[in-house]
């Protein structure tokens, strides 16, 4: 079972959040080809779900620490 921590926080974990088998799985899930998500969600469909819910977010949603519309000079590259 997910908790709601791995849940609400999908995108910080892909990022590299936690070493828990939770968040290890996660990774491991978002890595895999079709084959092998098909095989991870059986036997853990509750992060199989998560996963997917937070791929295919609505843009509008923002479920993860994403800037929107960042600042430019915030993300500038220094040359």
Sequence with gaps: MISDFDRENVGL???GHGDW???KLLRLYAKADTQNRDRIAQGFPDYAEAYNAWFNRDADAHWDDRPVNPDPETYKIHE
């Design 21 to 23: 088998f939770g968040a």
């Design 13 to 15: 974990i892909l990022r």
